[in-house]
């Protein structure tokens, strides 16, 4: 009691002792937060500025316009980049959709029974699942089984399902952030639940979606080893024309790079790397965008 | 009660019950046309879960049973036949806080008339909505911004122009002035006293001096059961039951 008494009275008089040590402390944290902040971003413009010295030298229309050689004078990316221009461009047309309506399905209609809860925890247990286990799922189902072989629709099938878990959970996520009072609103005029989705919780979801979308398309846009897995090749000079063609990627062509003998190919590398470092910028440019247009 | 007066809604043992636990219990009462019916009653009485299975919004709550009838005109709102769509139709409703869609004003009062394909000028239903509800001539200048810039009283009013424009016969209304300022709560009172002249209204409240200004007919409600159902000046002055009268004077609890 009469500590107690005594820490009021204290704590009454300016420049009280605990206060000052909990100041200390604050600012302690903070300077914390900030030392290992700037050692994150220092560590990561040490690797940019690394890359962009060996690379940019490198980085013309060439490098962009020629098939890989063993050259380094005359070797470029043509071949790769469109190979993950076309793999990213079918994995969206079939991840897209199904991820999008599968989020649909188990956030508004599913009943909320126990084989919704054990679906949706597997499906956020499988966001989980290492990309190379997708890799050996691909080749089993769609390079043998369906007989695809190691074509680009053999490799759009495989990054769907690498990225389909996360579609669906960021999908449901911007799905359940749609207030239920504007879907009771909808429903007391008398909307079917078809019209409340397609005219109420889609249009507020959209913003959402798309975000999770792309950067759920830039992660398959920098995954090497579910491609490695089901064969892509890591020499082509030609550039895919259909889905059925052969194919490489940007990853799998800075790997092939990168473990060459001869210094010159690490410096391809290092443009290989800046070429798909755009790619994704932009991509993530554009969920961006997509995002403060659908928020204003 | 006069036994004159023409029942919309009936009632008929109704209890309703989340997950097991009864919620309502064996509720017998009818609405009456062209009148305001105030169901009043502390927290948690069921109240709304009552006013909500008026036009089946329970049909959207998880584990929800229900038993008895509720006839509308003689059909049971709950019989296999019917389209709960089409029982929302009849019955508009007003919700506890202003829940007007993130669209336009127009978009708002339009929209449930279009998707429903309604007869007639859409620009017409919309602006004999909007007069109604007494919101017109704030917002005949701006019809094409979006709604959530409204002030609260006035979203509120939105929504009323909404369920409106729907012509239906009854309006439910779910303590439809508990977000509001005094003032914005007196303007919807108005209203809703002049909206009498062509819809039927339930109102539930928890502000007895609501219920008591308003309503033509009263229902108290404690624990799921209804105490007592009357005029509004017997249930206020005269009530039947001490516990009616408990409630009424305050000396709840």
């Given amino acids: ?296 | 009660m006069k036994t004159i007066e023409k029942a919309v809604l009936e009632a008929r043992d109704v209890t309703i019950r989340y997950s097991g636990q009864a919620a309502v219990q064996g509720v017998n009462l009818s609405i009456y046309e062209k009148k305001i019916t105030a169901i009043i009653g502390p927290s948690g009485c069921g109240k709304s879960t009552l006013l909500r299975s008026l036009n089946r919004m329970n049909d959207f709550i998880d584990h929800v049973t229900q038993e008895g009838e509720i006839l509308y005109r003689g059909t049971n709102l709950y019989g296999p036949e019917v389209d709960p769509v089409e029982v929302r139709l009849h019955m508009g409703m007003v919700f506890q806080r202003p829940n007007p869609f993130p669209k336009s004003i127009f978009r708002n009062v339009a929209w449930g008339p279009t998707i429903n394909g309604l007869p007639g000028d859409i620009n017409h239903r919309v602006e004999r909505a909007l007069r109604q509800a007494a919101l017109w001539n704030e917002v005949k200048d701006r019809l094409e911004d979006s709604a959530l810039n409204l002030s609260g009283g006035q979203q509120q009013r939105l929504c009323i122009a909404r369920a409106l424009a729907m012509e239906p016969e009854v309006i439910l209304m779910d303590e439809p002035c508990s977000a509001l300022d005094p003032v914005s709560t007196a303007r919807i009172e108005d209203l809703i006293f002049e909206l009498k002249e062509s819809y039927t209204i339930v109102i539930v409240t928890h502000n007895m001096q609501q219920a008591s200004r308003v309503s033509d007919y009263t229902a108290f409600m404690e624990s799921g059961k209804l105490i007592e159902y009357g005029d509004t000046d017997q249930v206020f002055t005269r009530p039947k039951q001490k516990r009616t009268e408990d409630y009424v004077t305050g000396r709840f609890g």
């Fill in chain 1, 1 to 296: 009691m009469r500590s107690d008494l005594a820490d009021h009275q204290s704590s009454k008089t300016l420049g009280a002792r605990s206060l000052k040590r909990r100041h200390l402390v604050a600012r302690l944290f903070k300077s914390i937060c900030l030392g290992f902040t700037l050692f994150a971003v220092g560590v990561l413009g040490l690797l940019i500025f690394q890359v962009g010295a060996d690379g940019l030298p490198w980085l013309d229309w060439k490098f962009l316009n020629n098939f890989p050689s063993r050259f380094p004078e005359r070797a470029g990316v043509k071949s790769a980049l469109y190979g993950t221009l076309w793999v990213v461009s079918l994995t969206a047309l079939i991840a897209l959709p199904t991820g999008v309506l599968a989020a649909i399905y188990l956030e508004d209609y599913a009943p909320k029974s126990r084989l919704t809860r054990i679906i949706d925890i597997n499906i956020a247990n499988l966001a989980g699942v290492p990309s190379i286990v997708y890799g050996i799922l691909g080749l089993a189902i769609f390079v043998r089984f369906l007989g695809l072989e190691r074509s680009v629709l053999a490799g759009a099938l495989t990054m769907s399902l690498l990225i389909l878990p996360v579609i669906i959970i960021s999908s449901k996520e911007a799905i359940r952030a749609v207030p239920s009072s504007i879907r009771l609103a909808a429903y007391a005029v008398g909307a079917t639940q078809w019209q409340v989705v397609r005219f109420h919780v889609l249009p507020a979801a959209i913003p959402g979606i798309l975000t999770g979308v792309i950067l759920a398309l830039s992660r398959a846009i920098g995954e090497t080893a579910p491609l490695i897995m089901i064969g892509a090749l890591t020499y082509v000079a030609f550039v895919p024309e259909g889905p059925m063609d052969e194919f490489t990627a940007l990853p799998i062509q800075i790997f092939n790079w990168t473990s060459r003998p001869q210094a010159e190919f690490h410096e391809l590398a290092a443009a290989g790397i800046i070429v798909l470092l755009a790619v994704l910028l932009t991509m993530n440019a554009l969920a961006v965008l997509i995002r403060y247009k659908g928020t204003r």
